[in-house]
């Protein structure tokens, strides 16, 4: 790989679990870490990269098919890239598209060795994308971390599908990995210390999942993900494949759960030695009125809440509870459920904010709660602890 500006230091370990301190050209990250989503290059909910940075997000993850549909991933490269536009100035991953290999599969899509042939889902003009275009758009935006193209396969398609979508998503990543080389040694690309982040495919199939670990694994990526899981398998399945792989995934290397999950799927997933998740779930709740609290989810909808005068959640320091810092330290003090609540009832975009801005702070939360777990060596006694407090607010 051309010379890249990055640094992973495992600080923390208890069994699997690790929490490492990675530095890129756009800032450390420090892991587990959870990537709040924005799509699109914006959090759905009108929440901003000041927000963000108001409650601890560390990486932003956007959507290469979908910026490369609207605006256009050339428009962004001429306004100076994703960073620029979004005014945010840390860590981005951008995902590949492969997972509109797999959820445009119904728009004529066709998939050959070159690569994929679908039909954009805003207008139905014909797209096609392979790894040479993927790697192409995602330099044009600037990203942190690229992803590497790659078809994400039913998790419960039969092996005859599996085994040669695996080696051709194996075909793609080489070819990834050449592009990039030559993109981040181009004069006019933006970010030439971008990372390439490679994808273990194999659906549920452990034997097919660990033999591509090993192939991926002797190309020295700077990261790798584990793709393929949260589209159908059950959760056993998921933790399953997690506990056979991993091992085989290099340990000094950042490792990603790709679309992942609940606050439980997270907690077994770190347990397993992931240390990078992103999923839609805080955003998409929150804009349903839907909320994540330390004693259970809330629906801000009920009746029982018309009335209700706290915070979501008592000692949350979110702005949706505690408001924003002032300059003498104290605050202004959040919103109340009721309040939220009739918000979300007339229809008042603030409210789905409120509550996106909660989710996604209670998400970061979760991971910061991990990392020192973790590095003050009582892994096991908090592990305990939260899934039997997850249990509870899910039975």
């Not at 490269?77 to 981005?92: A, F, Q, V, Y």
């Not at 797209?127 to 758009?137: H, V």
């Not at 075909?171 to 981040?184: A, D, F, P």
Request: glycine fraction near 10%; aromatic fraction near 8%.
């Amino acid at each position: 790989m051309a010379a890249v500006k990055m640094k992973y230091e495992i600080v923390g370990q208890c069994g699997r679990a690790k929490s490492a301190h990675m530095e890129t050209v756009h800032g450390v990250i420090e892991t587990p870490v959870f990537m709040n989503v924005g799509t699109v290059a914006a959090i759905k909910g009108g929440v901003s990269t000041d927000d963000l940075r108001l409650i601890g997000t560390q990486v932003e993850l956007s959507n290469t098919y979908h910026l490369h549909v609207r605006t256009g991933d050339k428009v962004i490269k001429e306004l100076g890239g994703l960073h620029r536009l979004m005014n945010w100035d840390k860590p981005i991953l951008t995902d590949s598209g492969g997972f509109q290999v797999y959820s445009l599969a119904k728009t004529g899509r066709k998939i050959r060795e070159e690569g994929v042939e679908f039909r954009s889902h805003i207008d139905g003009r014909k797209i096609f994308m392979g790894p040479e275009e993927s790697m192409e758009i995602q330099s044009n935006l600037a990203s942190t971390i690229a992803m590497a193209f790659d078809e994400c396969p039913p998790a419960l398609a039969d092996r005859q599908y599996i085994e040669p979508s695996v080696e051709r998503t194996t075909r793609w990543l080489l070819r990834c990995k050449n592009r990039i080389e030559e993109l981040n040694d181009e004069e006019s690309t933006i970010n030439k210390n971008q990372l390439l982040f490679g994808i273990n495919q194999g659906g549920i199939l452990s034997d097919v999942r660990i033999n591509h670990a090993k192939q991926i694994a002797e190309l020295d990526l700077p990261g790798y993900a584990v793709g393929g899981l949260a589209v159908g398998e059950s959760h056993e399945d998921m933790y399953r494949i997690l506990e056979d792989v991993v091992p085989f995934l290099p340990k000094e290397k950042p490792t990603y759960l790709m679309g992942v999950g609940t606050p439980e799927n997270m907690v077994m997933a770190v347990d397993r030695g992931i240390d990078f998740f992103d999923c839609v779930f805080p955003s998409r709740n929150g804009r349903h009125g839907h909320v994540y609290h330390a004693s259970g989810k809330l629906n801000l909808w009920n009746l029982a809440y018309e009335k209700d005068f706290r915070p979501i959640e008592e000692g949350c320091d979110c702005p949706a509870c505690k408001g924003i810092r002032l300059e003498d330290g104290s605050y202004t003090g959040g919103y109340s459920r009721a309040y939220i609540r009739h918000l979300l009832k007339a229809k008042e975009m603030l409210g789905m904010r409120l509550c996106v801005l909660h989710n996604l702070s209670y998400y970061n939360r979760l991971m910061r709660e991990m990392r020192f777990a973790i590095r003050e060596g009582r892994w096991e006694a908090w592990k305990t602890d939260a899934l039997y407090k997850l249990k509870i607010q899910n039975s």
